[in-house]
């Protein structure tokens, strides 16, 4: 176990153009432990927007949600408990991938994500205060064990929500925190929907089958 040491300088880079240097490394792997390190102070929220980022570009691969989904739990966990430093434990931190398709997979999001930095600034600051992050790390345990599940696309949505959120902490913007929530809330009544058509299909299906025996 771990408390992974954070970078205590101040880091005025924008979030894209960390996650760029990292990858512009020389160094073949790239492990967990110099990821949460590059990204600072900014610790949490970064976390949660880079993982979440990273399960909407390779989660459609078997296996990968539950692997990105065991960090993304233990930083959402954190955050209900108000811890001031992210901790994760040893065998997380010496997990590395290769920095070549690190790059690859962060070149596909890196459009997006300065466009949506741009519009960023900080407001709305109710929405990232003490409280309103025990309730977003409350909602991130709930979509990551959704996202966790061998669902085929399931992922996707959840990943999304996780990445706002996380964007939101990290520049403090309500308005995308907001998004996140508003994303929650449609997520979960399609979830509601989903699982009542689902349950009355098998209880017909059900009862149909008993009228055969």
């Known amino acids: 176990m771990a408390v992974v040491p954070l970078n205590s300088e101040t880091d005025t880079r924008t979030f894209s153009q960390v996650i760029e240097d990292i990858g512009a490394r020389d160094e073949p792997k790239l492990y ?13 929220g970064a976390m949660l927007l880079f993982f979440g980022l990273v399960s909407v570009v390779i989660g459609a691969v ?17 955050l209900v408990f108000r811890r001031d ?34 519009l960023s600034r900080p407001r709305l600051s109710i929405m990232s205060s003490d409280a309103s992050e025990m309730l977003i790390g409350l909602a991130c345990i709930v979509l990551c064990l959704i996202l966790m599940l061998p669902i085929t696309g399931g992922n996707l949505v959840p990943s999304l929500i996780v990445a706002a959120f996380g964007f939101g902490l990290m520049q403090r913007d309500g308005a995308i925190i907001i998004a996140g929530w ?6 979960g009544v399609f979830v509601w929907l989903a699982w009542e058509l689902i349950s009355r299909v098998v209880l017909a299906t059900w009862e149909w089958a008993t009228t055969l025996f």
């Open 32 to 44: 967990l432990s110099e990821l949460i390190n590059g990204f600072g102070e900014r610790g949490f």
């Open 62 to 78: 078997p296996g990968t949600t539950t692997v990105l989904g065991a960090p993304i739990l233990l930083i959402a966990i954190q």
């Open 85 to 118: 430093q992210l901790w994760m434990p040893s065998w997380i931190l010496k997990r590395s991938i290769d920095r070549a398709t690190y790059r690859n997979a962060i070149g596909k999001i890196m459009k997006p994500l300065r466009k949506v930095e741009r």
């Open 182 to 187: 508003i994303g929650t809330a449609g997520f």
